[in-house]
């Protein structure tokens, strides 16, 4: 009978999850080029194979690699400045916390456009600004180099997503009770004493769950890369989602854009199950 | 029982009123149209000379995003849209993968006389014709003839004009450069001119021989020299034309379209605008542009192909391909509105644009080019920043691409 109640919520998975993933499972072991539709033949783990020897697919998960750690670690320690500056009582605190939110309700693909003309090497915002300042001798291509694309990338989706780093840890420190900190107070721990012993512990499972989300999401990036360099220069931001996206809609080579989909759903598998053990774990500890 | 006659009764006109209005109705899919009044105005005509109603679906302007929604209605065999305008770089693999449908029967080779020749070959693929030319566009040199009296003649010639009178923040040589189809175009057009193909007749791949070599190198050293700016890189058509408009560009490469912007109220360059065709490599073999265009196509999937079909010949036939010309300023695909004194009254340039025409080639015509694209934009990409050298990036996307480029 318990089983039974069950049934809706599985058959749902199912049909959204376990289906689709099974299909791409299967078209994966196969030679599934659009070109040819009537040769479609089993080739076992072939499609794997060619992916795990190309070094387009390792240099994908490399640039992913350092986009993901990237944004994710300074998006986090912004997002943690934000939020313990909106958590204060100041006044226009209603504001403040309405306007940082801004980036992060735009649409990426609007946000990407706009970064795309801050870098604009003419009339980009970012070379006005650091010529001006005397940072820079002479304006940068900053999306026409290699080593320059990838950072500028992950300043743009830091400057998106630290909002909703900040509002994930906003809300763990509103959940804190004040009467912890009174407490501290009168046993004479106070400021970054206070900061380091009692904020940071009880933020622990927030940031837990900010981390995990945010490494999810930048695993996957795509629109922000898409839009700003299509993965360029010279192949320098080619993500594993926009080479996944290039297998499929512009090779039309089917059976290997799926097996590039299953391995970043286990790419994907993995790090969620990581970080969900690494707070057990932190959770048994403490 | 009445009561189930009456829901029988309403259920078969539903049914026949469904059915009435799928056989009067035909949906075209396209990008939205430079002057989407002068469309609207044609398809309105259609509706009344026909009783066919048509449903426009309006497509991104970016090609790559088109392609990337066809593929997902054609690969999911969907019936709602009737006909499609599609670049002529997809025809061959539309064609090959069945999604398209042959129309040699509805527009036999004697009905074929006032197409343009190279579009019209340009929708054909093993011998069968799979769309109809709507509009074509060819690579042009635009320069700056209050600068520079006569358009150079060879590519060696450009560079060394623009290297000479570049400065005070004009630079020499603006083209597209970013890892897209511009960047491919604008690299295939050195490789031509200069005697080199991508793919012999057999398949066999030619792209990194020595003309491959001497046009990448060319490119590359536009670029480290400073001939053309570093920003080139990150350019697309519509960038690289802001620099020129803005006057801080001798030489631009682009499509014929530009020519109109060019000449613009406003524009800064306004009458002090040249257009050439693109140079020769050597002086004796004339210069290659490449073509470029849009041509209609019926789904394969498509439950009202002769409507369909009514609807491309009526927006390709000389009427309305005059009214895009004149209202909208497209190229037509007919030789003979390239002597229509309406037309050229209301494009004097296109008398010279058809000259460019005449030597516009395609790309390689083969179901794989937007994957052998894609392999070049990323190649041509890592020479133009530095990650390789030209015979390398030329090596290594010559090897990808014999992964997948049948050989016969």
């Given at each position: 009978m318990?089983?039974?109640?069950?049934?809706?919520?599985?058959?749902?998975?199912?049909?959204v999850?376990?289906?689709?993933?099974?299909?791409?499972?299967?078209?994966s072991?196969?030679?599934?080029w659009r070109?040819?539709?009537?040769?479609?033949?089993?080739?076992?783990?072939?499609?794997?194979?060619?992916l795990?020897?190309?070094?387009?697919?390792?240099?994908?998960?490399?640039?992913?690699t350092?986009?993901?750690a990237?944004?994710?670690?300074?998006?986090l320690?912004?997002?943690?400045?934000?939020?313990?500056?909106?958590?204060?009582?100041?006044?226009?605190?209603?504001?403040?916390?309405?306007?940082?939110?801004?980036?992060?309700?735009?649409?990426?693909?609007?946000?990407?456009?706009?970064?795309?003309?801050?870098y604009?090497?003419?009339?980009?915002?970012?070379?006005?600004?650091?010529?001006?300042?005397?940072?820079?001798?002479?304006?940068?291509?900053?999306?026409?180099?290699?080593?320059?694309?990838?950072?500028?990338a992950?300043?743009?989706?830091?400057?998106?997503?630290?909002?909703?780093?900040?509002?994930?840890?906003?809300?763990?420190?509103?959940?804190v009770?004040?009467?912890?900190?009174?407490?501290a107070?009168?046993d004479?721990?106070?400021?970054?004493?206070a900061?380091?012993?009692?904020?940071?512990?009880?933020?622990l499972?927030?940031?837990?769950?900010?981390?995990?989300?945010r490494?999810?999401?930048?695993?996957?990036?795509?629109?922000?890369?898409?839009?700003?360099?299509?993965?360029?220069?010279?192949?320098?931001?080619?993500t594993v989602?926009?080479?996944?996206?290039?297998?499929?809609?512009?090779?039309l080579?089917?059976?290997?854009?799926?097996?590039?989909?299953?391995?970043?759903?286990?790419?994907?598998?993995?790090?969620?199950?990581?970080?969900?053990?690494?707070?057990?774990?932190?959770?048994?500890?403490? | 029982?009445?009561?189930?006659?009456c829901?029988?009764?309403?259920?078969?006109?539903?049914?026949?009123?469904?059915?009435?209005?799928?056989?009067?109705?035909?949906?075209?899919?396209?990008?939205?149209?430079?002057d989407?009044?002068?469309?609207?105005?044609?398809?309105?005509?259609?509706?009344?000379?026909?009783?066919?109603?048509?449903?426009?679906?309006?497509?991104?302007?970016?090609?790559?995003?088109?392609h990337?929604?066809?593929?997902?209605?054609?690969?999911?065999?969907?019936?709602?849209?009737?006909?499609?305008?599609?670049?002529?770089?997809?025809?061959?693999?539309?064609?090959?993968a069945?999604w398209?449908?042959?129309?040699?029967?509805?527009?036999?080779?004697?009905?074929?006389?006032?197409?343009?020749?190279?579009?019209?070959?340009?929708?054909?693929?093993?011998?069968?014709?799979?769309?109809?030319?709507?509009?074509?566009?060819?690579?042009?040199?635009?320069y700056?003839?209050?600068l520079?009296?006569?358009a150079?003649?060879?590519?060696?010639?450009l560079?060394?004009?623009?290297?000479?009178?570049?400065?005070?923040?004009?630079?020499?040589?603006v083209?597209q450069?970013?890892?897209?189809e511009?960047?491919?175009?604008?690299?295939?057009?050195?490789?031509?001119?200069?005697?080199?193909?991508?793919?012999?007749?057999?398949?066999?791949?030619?792209?990194?021989?020595?003309?491959?070599?001497?046009?990448?190198?060319?490119?590359?050293?536009?670029?480290?020299?400073?001939?053309?700016?570093?920003?080139?890189?990150?350019?697309?058509?519509?960038?690289?034309?802001?620099?020129?408009?803005?006057?801080?560009?001798?030489?631009?490469?682009?499509w014929?379209?530009?020519?109109?912007?060019?000449?613009?109220?406003?524009?800064?360059?306004?009458?002090?605008?040249?257009?050439?065709?693109?140079?020769?490599?050597?002086?004796?073999?004339?210069?290659?542009?490449?073509?470029?265009?849009?041509?209609?196509?019926?789904?394969?999937?498509?439950?009202?192909?002769?409507?369909?079909?009514?609807?491309i010949?009526?927006?390709?036939?000389?009427?309305?391909?005059?009214?895009?010309?004149?209202g909208?300023?497209?190229?037509?695909?007919?030789?003979?509105?390239?002597?229509?004194?309406a037309?050229?009254?209301?494009?004097?340039?296109?008398?010279?644009?058809?000259?460019?025409?005449?030597?516009?080639?395609?790309?390689?015509i083969?179901?794989?080019?937007?994957?052998?694209?894609?392999v070049?934009?990323?190649?041509?990409?890592?020479a133009?920043?530095?990650?390789s050298?030209?015979?390398?990036?030329?090596?290594?996307?010559?090897?990808?691409?014999?992964?997948?480029?049948?050989?016969?």
């Amino acid at each position: 009978m318990r089983a039974l109640y069950s049934a809706p919520a599985l058959g749902l998975v199912g049909a959204v999850f376990l289906l689709p993933v099974g299909q791409a499972l299967w078209t994966s072991l196969h030679r599934v080029w659009r070109q040819v539709p009537h040769e479609t033949p089993f080739v076992g783990l072939e499609n794997y194979r060619l992916l795990l020897a190309s070094d387009r697919f390792w240099a994908a998960l490399g640039h992913t690699t350092v986009f993901t750690a990237g944004s994710v670690a300074v998006e986090l320690v912004l997002g943690l400045g934000l939020a313990l500056l909106v958590h204060r009582k100041i006044r226009g605190r209603g504001v403040l916390r309405a306007a940082v939110l801004i980036p992060w309700v735009l649409p990426t693909v609007v946000s990407s456009l706009l970064w795309g003309w801050i870098y604009h090497d003419r009339y980009g915002l970012a070379n006005h600004l650091l010529l001006t300042l005397g940072v820079l001798a002479e304006p940068r291509v900053w999306l026409g180099d290699p080593a320059l694309a990838m950072a500028a990338a992950i300043v743009a989706d830091v400057w998106k997503t630290t909002p909703y780093v900040a509002l994930i840890l906003l809300t763990g420190l509103q959940a804190v009770d004040p009467i912890v900190y009174e407490a501290a107070a009168l046993d004479g721990a106070a400021g970054a004493r206070a900061f380091r012993h009692l904020t940071l512990p009880l933020l622990l499972p927030s940031m837990a769950v900010a981390l995990m989300f945010r490494t999810l999401d930048a695993f996957r990036v795509f629109d922000l890369i898409y839009v700003l360099t299509r993965g360029g220069p010279g192949g320098s931001t080619e993500t594993v989602s926009v080479l996944a996206y290039q297998l499929l809609f512009q090779d039309l080579d089917f059976g290997r854009g799926a097996a590039m989909g299953i391995l970043i759903l286990a790419a994907g598998a993995m790090i969620g199950t990581g970080y969900l053990w690494a707070l057990r774990f932190a959770r048994g500890a403490g | 029982m009445r009561r189930i006659g009456c829901c029988l009764l309403v259920a078969g006109l539903l049914a026949g009123l469904h059915g009435w209005a799928r056989a009067e109705s035909v949906t075209l899919a396209q990008f939205r149209q430079r002057d989407q009044q002068v469309e609207n105005r044609l398809l309105k005509e259609f509706e009344a000379a026909t009783g066919i109603r048509v449903e426009q679906r309006i497509m991104p302007a970016s090609s790559d995003l088109q392609h990337q929604q066809y593929v997902t209605w054609l690969a999911g065999r969907d019936r709602s849209v009737d006909v499609y305008l599609i670049d002529l770089i997809w025809v061959a693999e539309f064609a090959s993968a069945g999604w398209i449908l042959p129309l040699d029967d509805r527009l036999p080779a004697t009905a074929r006389g006032d197409f343009l020749p190279a579009p019209l070959a340009s929708a054909v693929y093993k011998g069968k014709l799979y769309a109809v030319p709507r509009f074509t566009e060819s690579g042009l040199l635009y320069y700056r003839k209050d600068l520079i009296p006569t358009a150079p003649a060879t590519w060696e010639e450009l560079r060394g004009l623009a290297q000479a009178k570049r400065g005070g923040g004009v630079a020499g040589y603006v083209f597209q450069g970013k890892q897209y189809e511009g960047l491919v175009v604008n690299f295939l057009e050195l490789l031509w001119s200069a005697g080199g193909e991508v793919l012999g007749p057999d398949g066999r791949i030619l792209l990194n021989g020595p003309a491959g070599v001497v046009a990448l190198t060319y490119l590359v050293e536009l670029v480290g020299s400073g001939t053309a700016p570093r920003g080139v890189i990150t350019y697309m058509e519509r960038e690289s034309l802001q620099e020129f408009l803005e006057g801080r560009a001798l030489f631009h490469r682009n499509w014929s379209y530009a020519w109109s912007l060019v000449h613009r109220e406003g524009s800064k360059v306004r009458g002090k605008v040249g257009v050439a065709p693109l140079p020769s490599w050597d002086g004796r073999r004339p210069g290659a542009a490449a073509l470029g265009g849009w041509h209609l196509a019926i789904s394969a999937y498509s439950e009202r192909q002769d409507a369909a079909w009514r609807l491309i010949r009526f927006l390709t036939d000389a009427r309305a391909q005059k009214a895009k010309a004149i209202g909208e300023g497209r190229l037509p695909t007919l030789a003979s509105l390239y002597a229509d004194p309406a037309v050229l009254e209301a494009n004097p340039h296109f008398a010279a644009l058809r000259q460019g025409l005449a030597h516009a080639r395609h790309r390689p015509i083969t179901p794989f080019y937007p994957r052998l694209s894609a392999v070049l934009q990323t190649s041509l990409s890592r020479a133009l920043v530095g990650s390789s050298s030209p015979q390398e990036a030329l090596d290594s996307a010559a090897r990808e691409i014999a992964t997948f480029v049948p050989r016969e």
